[in-house]
């Protein structure tokens, strides 16, 4: 087992056991009583690993059934521990005062029975608020005038998806309702930027996607489809990703060059490529096109900065759910949006298309981005 599941578990039974505790310590009941409890947080812990053993032993339905449970649980549970201690640090903060002779400060109760309720209440609507989030896509429009496009060009539509995570939990009806999106959009060029398939969903299900393969293929884009590779495609085999895409009408773009139609040239890398091969895919065939770069994860390389026009990207998923924000910016300052670069060009980092892990998104909602360029007279 990686370092990475040993932290996770460690962390995630941590969390189970504070809350435990907390409403041991709400309602007064001895271990005999919340032995059941107990039982059901083991088995909510083990749950990712009981999925992926269902998945592995061809059981769909089950480790579809046990992952919307477990992955709904772990988002609840994240925010329930937030909010818990939260009100532990303010009753801590109102204790010292009290202590510092400082009066009238926060005279209502933060602990017991009826405030570990209030907070239950509030958990449960913050987590109904989140999955309904997550179900809604944003259309986000971004709009670049440029005089790269050949002489007489229409205006050129870019449509772009990231971190679809197609899996046990996102799948035919995810892929229907982005197929209805950006059917309304009629765009020229529809991209992914990584990250569109997640776990082991081809290896193990592959007789199982037919129609969320024929939904991408279905979507229309008259200059032509393109996907990168991000992180969660080499997690779920590389081979059986390309063919899942290529299926779906994708052009795989693995550190190389394309123009679209003769107009528009797409540069597209993979996840695992150094700032060398990203550079030699930028310089190949360069030929004063509008270019526009694929790349799944939002840094813009030193080296090939000022050499594209346009960076899409995504994988930060913008935090996906608050506060995780705080921490994501830490890692890519760029997390979500669009960015003018000091270098020239233009970066727009996609919040993510669907979700990873819990179905659920706080102050950041789903995206597909709608790019419009606009040639100049």
């Given at each position: 087992?990686?370092?990475?599941?040993?932290?996770?578990?460690?962390?995630?039974?941590?969390?189970?056991?504070?809350?435990?505790?907390?409403?041991?310590?709400?309602?007064?009941?001895?271990?005999?009583?919340?032995?059941?409890?107990?039982?059901?947080?083991?088995?909510?812990?083990?749950?990712p690993v009981l999925t992926r053993l269902l998945v592995r032993h061809d059981q769909e339905?089950?480790?579809?059934?046990?992952?919307?449970?477990?992955?709904?649980?772990?988002?609840?549970?994240?925010?329930?521990?937030?909010?818990?201690?939260?009100?532990?640090?303010?009753?801590?903060?109102?204790?010292?005062?009290?202590?510092?002779?400082?009066?009238?400060?926060?005279?209502?109760?933060?602990?017991?029975?009826?405030?570990?309720?209030?907070?239950?209440?509030?958990?449960?609507?913050?987590?109904?608020?989140?999955?309904?989030?997550?179900?809604?896509?944003?259309?986000?429009?971004?709009?670049?005038?440029?005089?790269?496009?050949?002489?007489?060009?229409?205006n050129i539509r870019i449509a772009q998806i990231s971190d679809l995570h197609l899996g046990?939990?996102?799948?035919?009806?995810?892929?229907?309702?982005?197929?209805?999106?950006i059917a309304k959009q009629r765009p020229d060029i529809f991209v992914s930027t990584g990250?569109?398939?997640?776990?082991?969903?081809?290896?193990?299900?592959?007789?199982?996607?037919?129609?969320?393969?024929?939904?991408?293929?279905?979507?229309?884009?008259?200059?032509?489809?393109?996907?990168?590779?991000?992180?969660?495609?080499?997690?779920?085999?590389?081979?059986?990703?390309?063919?899942?895409?290529?299926?779906?009408?994708?052009?795989?773009?693995?550190?190389?060059?394309?123009?679209?139609?003769?107009?528009?040239?797409?540069?597209?890398?993979?996840?695992?490529?150094?700032?060398?091969?990203?550079?030699?895919?930028?310089?190949?065939?360069?030929?004063?096109?509008?270019?526009?770069?694929?790349?799944?994860?939002?840094?813009?390389?030193?080296?090939?900065?000022?050499?594209?026009?346009?960076?899409?990207?995504?994988?930060?998923?913008?935090?996906?759910?608050?506060?995780?924000?705080?921490?994501?910016?830490?890692?890519?300052?760029?997390?979500?949006?669009?960015?003018?670069?000091?270098?020239?060009?233009?970066?727009?980092?996609?919040?993510?298309?669907?979700?990873?892990?819990?179905?659920?998104?706080?102050?950041?909602?789903?995206?597909?981005?709608?790019?419009?360029?606009?040639?100049?007279?």
């Open positions: 087992m990686s370092l990475f599941l040993l932290t996770f578990f460690f962390i995630y039974s941590i969390m189970h056991a504070y809350i435990f505790l907390r409403a041991k310590a709400a309602f007064g009941f001895g271990w005999a009583t919340g032995a059941p409890f107990l039982v059901l947080f083991v088995f909510l812990v083990s749950a339905s089950a480790a579809r059934c046990i992952a919307l449970i477990g992955f709904a649980w772990m988002g609840f549970l994240f925010f329930f521990v937030c909010l818990n201690l939260a009100v532990d640090i303010a009753a801590e903060i109102k204790r010292l005062l009290c202590w510092l002779g400082v009066e009238g400060s926060l005279p209502f109760a933060l602990r017991g029975r009826s405030v570990f309720i209030l907070l239950t209440a509030l958990t449960v609507a913050i987590s109904f608020y989140s999955a309904f989030e997550a179900h809604n896509i944003r259309i986000v429009h971004v709009r670049i005038a440029t005089d790269k496009l050949p002489p007489g060009a229409k046990l939990i996102h799948r035919n009806g995810r892929t229907r309702q982005v197929a209805n999106l990250d569109m398939v997640d776990g082991k969903f081809l290896d193990n299900e592959l007789k199982h996607v037919k129609e969320t393969v024929e939904t991408l293929r279905e979507i229309h884009a008259p200059m032509g489809k393109f996907a990168i590779i991000g992180n969660h495609e080499y997690y779920s085999g590389l081979s059986d990703s390309i063919a899942f895409m290529r299926n779906a009408g994708f052009t795989i773009l693995q550190n190389e060059a394309v123009v679209a139609d003769g107009a528009v040239r797409i540069v597209g890398i993979s996840d695992s490529s150094s700032s060398r091969q990203e550079v030699g895919a930028l310089e190949s065939n360069a030929d004063g096109h509008f270019t526009v770069l694929l790349k799944h994860r939002p840094e813009v390389d030193s080296a090939s900065a000022g050499k594209f026009d346009l960076q899409l990207s995504g994988h930060s998923h913008q935090g996906q759910i608050f506060p995780f924000l705080l921490l994501v910016r830490r890692v890519y300052p760029y997390s979500g949006g669009t960015y003018a670069l000091p270098e020239g060009g233009t970066l727009h980092v996609n919040r993510g298309t669907g979700t990873w892990g819990p179905p659920m998104r706080f102050l950041a909602p789903p995206e597909i981005t709608i790019i419009d360029l606009e040639g100049q007279s």
